[in-house]
């Protein structure tokens, strides 16, 4: 049961502290009050994610990037109201406040009404040999390594059906007729899971072009099936369908520090030195929403990458969406990383 009371926040209180509480509280909501405990500003997941891609640092205070005089609705409202309300204003959730401005509760909007079903293609790619964690994959292809009591790709399809995703693909190869056994047509799961085998490695885009023409004419959620996330899987399809781009990539925040002070010169003169700098950058977190055209640059015959297609379709017009992942997110490529899922697996109990 989530806590909306651990949502609040004070001003004095930064934007690394907000994307802590938004990823342990899941509300996707955190509200700024002054001294006198009354709310004068809300932060919600989208505003992090802006200032993310605006490069803000994590030590920025919640004041600069909060909604001032936030929507809210008084105590003892009309629930039909309520969500009336958030419906004209595209609300995911609500401060509730009493009659002096103090927050008293929250409103959702998932809360509200019935869980949303999405007819979107998810398409997971588990046809990988994962070498890099031999000896475990000698006998068990990776998507079906348990973290906890499940495959990782279990937990990675648990993930979108919690989010109202039933219409599966998955993209298999080594030790194929392993994952199809286990998970058959989906029904064991209420859903529905087709396959898609390649002959040779297609590379994690190829197999695209292998998805069945009679598909949904919606956009196309993509995954690799070793990574371990909590991102928001309605939010992600929601930011690309109003980007209104055809593709949207998922980038995650990495960074590391030069053990040394670099040394900036000019000729044979020293301009500046810095000492151990930290450099950050975005890195493709492999998840994806493809519009239904970007399949047509895929024959389905020929090796190619995501980073091949994309790189192609921003040569050829397209802008690329890139929606920044703040929440949980591991990749189990190496055996360590798998060790660290295994720690972390709570959170997707």
Known sequence: MHNWKKTILKV????????KILNQESLRIVMV????????????????????????????????????????????????????????LDLLQIPIVDS??????????????????????????AGGFGKRLAPLTNNTPK?????GNKPILENIINQFIDAGFYNFYISTHYKAEMVREYFGDGS??????????EDEPLGTAGSLGLLPDNLPRLPILMMNGDLLTKIDFKELLR???QEGEDVTMCVREYDFQVPYGVVETNGKYVISIEEKPIHRFFVNAGIYVLNPSMLDMVDGKS??????????KRRDSGKINMFPVHEYWLDIGQIEQFDQAQRDVSQFS
């Open 303 to 312: 090796y190619l990458d995501m980073p091949q297609l994309l790189e192609q």
């Open 188 to 197: 064991d799961w209420n859903v529905s899971i087709k396959y898609i085998y």
């Open 143 to 147: 998507p079906l390594l348990k973290v």
């Open 239 to 241: 930011f690309h369908l």
């Open 33 to 88: 009050v002054d001294d006198d405990e009354r709310l004068i500003g809300s932060i919600t997941d989208g505003d992090i994610r802006r200032g993310l891609i605006s490069q803000l640092p994590m030590n920025t205070l919640l004041t600069e990037i909060m909604h001032k005089n936030p929507i809210v609705v008084l105590a003892g409202g009309d629930k039909s109201n309520i969500l009336a309300k958030m419906k004209e």
């Open 12 to 19: 004095e209180d930064t934007m690394e502290v907000a994307i």
């Open 100 to 125: 002096d401005g103090r927050i008293v509760g929250l409103e959702t909007l998932q809360h509200l009404i019935e869980k949303k079903k999405f007819n979107n293609p998810v398409f997971l790619m």
